[in-house]
């Protein structure tokens, strides 16, 4: 009775599948080799629709080597598809059947189709399942693709990019296309699982940033989230990926102490590129490459002293490299000034490259995090100190040229000032964001590509106009436009209110020093307060958060009023160096208490927020805001002190000959290019990383082939756009002599 249900249960199964159909005749030897989970494993993929379905004909044809006898169409299909098949699967159907399911069940492959995902994508899924099974070397290469777990999760191995150039380069059937996406996992515990903290501690290596799955990744490493790379059907939209890997993980961690956090965006599927350049790109390449012709023009007429405007020949190569390499001193140059810039710019480099290092996946992370956790890495983490020295710089030549023209003129040509330095500052700028806005996502490709080259690109397509009207620091740092340059916005802001504080001081000393000295003071006491009660910190103390980042920049290190104090420092410094003589002479007693007191204020500001750094460490708002508040006053006392000393001539010892070296010079006229070109090669490199490395901190820090880039960019930056433009400046700006005033009133007579 049994085996009558049973015949009777398959062959009404036979008619629905195969209803509408002719069909062949099974016999028993196909029925005995069947598994009833078999039967239903297969069943289950069947719609609503017969046309797609598996029937048990099918099935009993793929497990027994049957042959099935098809129609002329179905024949046609398949001799289409023959390239997306395993061609060798019909002689060894057997071998490889027993060995997928090995496999398979040793490291289960992705499932696309899980969930509520699109109808597309689902049969895309199917489709890639059963050649999959074949071994079909598309479906292979899709399975090989993704990310599979590995070796090293305790010590920080969880960013796993799988294999990004095989996924996109896949071609399937049924014009299936492979697709790359990194999948953002937040793993989080049951809080009363202590047993599972320690573990958590060490994936998330000790949280050296803590960070979530919506904070903007763009400019700050979210660390404690997890990159995982899937290779799935093209058909497979982001919200697809997320939803088959969030049901898929569901699965395995419903019963443990275990959650995640599963985020998937849009921006993170990339497909193989196909589309045309747009025509903006090529636009901007023709524009540079003018640029770039008009340099060897100029050069070629002023070598062969062929007659040209001297407009043409502001572009010069030969002339501008001369001026570049030049070691000549202008007579009003104050030479300590060249080795503080150099100093602090090579300083900001390498703190610089260690933000990006951090985006980077390592196989040794915890590691890592555990050689960073030492105190001497106050190197890096004291990044906001390194910009400082450059707006006391700003103030202190803006005061000494402003009163150096007073005293000579006895007047300020305001409206001058403000062109000579939008002509000195746009340029560049503007040829870094048509650079990096419609040329670099075009250069390049890599799983994090997206992330840190095409979304900053397309941030600045929005929102360039604030970089050049110099306000992009007032609109949020996740949404800026060349975030690095914020310190264009603060410096050009400070420029604009500098005529007044030098003429109040030139004018009324006493008062406009008190009322410059409160300002100070006010900017000082503000950073102090803000840091405090909003939980803010400049110095990036281990296990800091990235919101608290992102909030310390908006609210503190990006506005001017915040910055003012080491700005009137410099005021104060330009306006003593013209006034005192050269060969002033400064008692020694004050020579010694000074140098006791600017060293003491250096360590203080350097040294003393070394044990922030600890993996330890406990955040303390006080710490944060005396920090803030007093750390660049004692970082920049020491280059003000060196500067004045060397510039009367009271110090000739080892620190400020060194910072005198003529061979800044040439630091000096790159320095606004190494300033604007090293984020963009540094975020290009992280966009082309595609799989993880084992962290060694020298070779790592110190990348010589990438700081030969960024020379090597900031010299054609200098010479193709920089020096050019100053060298328009200065012609258009350029006074006439007393004999041609002259000359020209006798002609109008």
């Known amino acids: 009775m049994g085996t009558f249900v049973r015949a009777w249960t398959i062959f009404l199964l036979m008619k629905f599948s195969y209803a509408g159909k002719s069909v062949d005749v099974l016999t028993s030897s196909g029925l005995n080799s069947l598994e009833e989970e078999e039967i239903l494993q297969v069943l289950s993929r069947n719609k609503a629709t017969s046309t797609k379905n598996f029937t ?21 299909d398949e001799k289409l598809q023959v390239q997306y098949t395993n061609p060798f699967y019909d002689e060894f159907s057997e071998e490889i059947d027993r060995e997928a399911r090995r496999l398979l069940q040793i490291l289960p492959a992705y499932d696309p189709g899980v969930g509520r995902v699109s109808p597309e994508c689902r049969r895309h899924a199917e489709i890639y399942h059963q050649e999959l099974a074949k071994f079909t070397l598309w479906a292979l290469k899709l399975y090989d693709a993704t990310a599979k777990i590995p070796s090293g999760l305790l010590n920080g191995n969880v960013n796993q990019f799988g294999d990004f150039d095989e996924c996109i380069g896949i071609e399937g059937s049924e014009g299936i296309q492979g697709q790359y996406c990194l999948v953002y996992l937040q793993l989080s515990i049951d809080e009363s699982r202590l047993d599972l903290k320690h573990l958590h501690r060490l994936i998330h290596s000790h949280y050296a940033f803590r960070s979530n799955i919506s904070d903007p990744g763009h400019r700050v490493p979210r660390f404690t989230v997890a990159n995982w790379a899937v290779c799935t059907p093209a058909s497979c939209s982001s919200k697809d990926v997320e939803t088959s890997f969030r049901d898929i993980l569901t699965r395995y961690t419903s019963q443990t102490g275990l959650r995640v956090t599963v985020k998937v965006n849009k921006e993170m599927c990339q497909v193989k590129r196909n589309e045309s350049v747009p025509k903006e790109t090529m636009f901007v390449s023709f524009f540079f490459m003018a640029m770039f012709a008009l340099t060897i023009v100029a050069a070629y007429c002023e070598h062969y002293e062929i007659p040209a405007s001297e407009l043409l020949l502001s572009f010069s190569l030969k002339r ?31 703190a610089h490259k260690s933000i990006a290092l951090f985006f980077n996946p390592y196989v040794n992370r915890t590691e890592m995090s555990e050689y960073l956790g030492k105190p001497w890495t106050v190197i890096g ?43 000195r500052l746009v340029p560049p700028l503007a040829a870094l964001i048509l650079f990096c806005t419609y040329i ?43 975030t690095h340059t914020h310190h264009l916005g603060i410096d050009t802001q400070l420029f604009i209110f500098s ?61 001017p009023s915040h910055r003012l104090t080491v700005y009137i420092i410099g005021i104060f410094m330009g306006y003593l160096l013209r006034y005192l003589p050269r060969v002033y002479k400064i008692n020694k007693v004050v020579l010694y208490i000074g140098w006791v007191l600017c060293t003491i204020m250096f360590c203080c500001a350097f040294f003393g927020p070394a044990y922030m750094g600890s993996i330890n460490y406990v955040y303390n708002p006080i710490d944060a805001a005396m920090y803030n508040a007093f750390a660049p006053i004692g970082w920049c006392a020491i280059f003000a002190w060196v500067t004045v000393l060397h510039h009367t001539g009271n110090t000739n010892g080892w620190f400020s000959r060194f910072l005198a070296w003529r061979g800044f010079l040439i630091t000096t006229r790159l320095s606004y290019a190494i300033y604007l070109t090293q984020f963009p090669i540094y975020f290009y490199n992280v966009g082309r990383t595609r799989s993880a490395e084992h962290f060694e901190f020298f070779s790592m820090q110190f990348n010589l082939h990438e700081f030969l880039l960024i020379v090597i960019s900031s010299i ?34």
């Open 56 to 76: 048990l004909v099918e099935l009993i044809s793929h497990l027994t080597n049957h042959t099935i006898e098809t129609t002329t169409d179905t024949w046609r």
């Open 381 to 423: 983490r004291a990044a906001s100190l390194y910009t400082d020295p450059f707006i006391m710089l700003s103030g202190l030549l803006t005061s000494y040229s402003f009163i150096g023209k007073l005293k000579k003129t006895g007047n300020l040509d305001i409206k001058d000032e403000y062109l000579s330095r939008l002509i």
């Open 716 to 749: 054609s930056l200098t010479l193709l756009v920089d020096t050019p433009f100053q060298n328009i400046k200065n012609y258009l700006l350029k006074k006439p002599s007393i004999s041609e005033t002259s000359t020209k009133l006798l002609k109008l007579q």
């Open 499 to 559: 005529p007044i504080m030098v003429l109040f001081l030139y004018k009324k000393p006493k008062t406009g020093t008190i009322v410059l000295t409160i300002c100070a003071l006010f900017s000082t006491a503000l950073r102090y307060f803000v840091t405090y009660y909003k939980q803010l910190n400049n110095y990036v103390f281990f296990g800091t958060s990235i919101k608290q980042l992102f909030d310390t920049a908006n609210f503190s290190y990006t506005l």
């Open 320 to 350: 501008n490299f001369k001026k570049l390499i030049s070691l000549q001193r202008n007579p009003n140059d104050i030479a300590t000034l060249h080795g503080v810039r150099a100093l602090n710019a090579a300083m900001l480099l390498l």
């Open 440 to 482: 670099i996502p075009y250069i390049g490709s890599g799983p994090q590509w997206n992330l840190v080259v095409t979304e900053h690109a397309n941030i600045c397509k929005r929102t360039w106009w604030r970089n050049f009207l110099f306000i992009h620091n007032y609109f949020g740092f996740e949404s800026m436009c060349l």
